[in-house]
């Protein structure tokens, strides 16, 4: 996986990711990711972006004002 911003090699890893949805903050932890070497730019598969709005779509309808779910636990 490459890099979109610099071109470097981008290395497996997992982050975390605040999303801010108006009434609170959703935070999903241990997503994974490819970072890059250079620049630190995360980048994510089709996949996972997918399951992270699966996730908002299902959290958002039990949502408190912050919200921290495991990408790895949560099967959505
Ligand atoms: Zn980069």
């Known amino acids: 996986m490459k890099c979109l ?5 981008a290395y497996k890893s997992t982050t975390t ?3 801010e949805l108006g009434f609170g903050v959703l ?3 241990n997503i994974p990711c490819y970072k890059c070497s250079e ?3 995360i980048l994510y ?5 997918q399951k992270i ?3 908002t779509e299902k959290v958002k309808e039990l949502m408190q004002e912050l919200t921290v779910v495991d990408y790895q636990k949560t099967a959505a």
């Open 45 to 49: 598969t089709g996949d996972v972006v």
């Open 17 to 19: 990711e605040a999303i």
């Open 27 to 29: 935070v999903i932890r």
């Open 53 to 55: 709005e699966q996730i």
């Open 5 to 9: 911003k610099c071109g470097k090699d």
């Open 39 to 41: 620049c630190d730019e």
